[in-house]
């Protein structure tokens, strides 16, 4: 069963533009158990669908912040 996941991007560094969003898209995607990723440079929202029974929140945490930027 697919769960949502919304984060919002904290802290210094912010989404800009679309070559952001599709990095943290391209990112995200090449985990197991990711579905669907939608990042958005306006809304600085990063809505992520996931199977959680391959994959954690807390480990979408750790790979947004290993490109630099702060969720919660």
Do not use: F, N, W
Request: charged share 20%.
């Amino acid at each position: 069963m697919a769960v949502t996941i919304q984060l919002r991007v904290i802290g210094g560094e912010k989404i800009h533009c679309a070559g952001c969003e599709a990095r943290i898209g391209y990112a995200l995607r090449r985990l197991p158990g990711i579905q669907e990723v939608r990042a958005s440079a306006e809304t600085q929202a990063i809505a992520v669908t996931i199977d959680p029974d391959q994959i954690s929140a807390e480990q979408i945490r750790a790979r947004i912040e290993q490109l630099g930027y702060q969720v919660a």
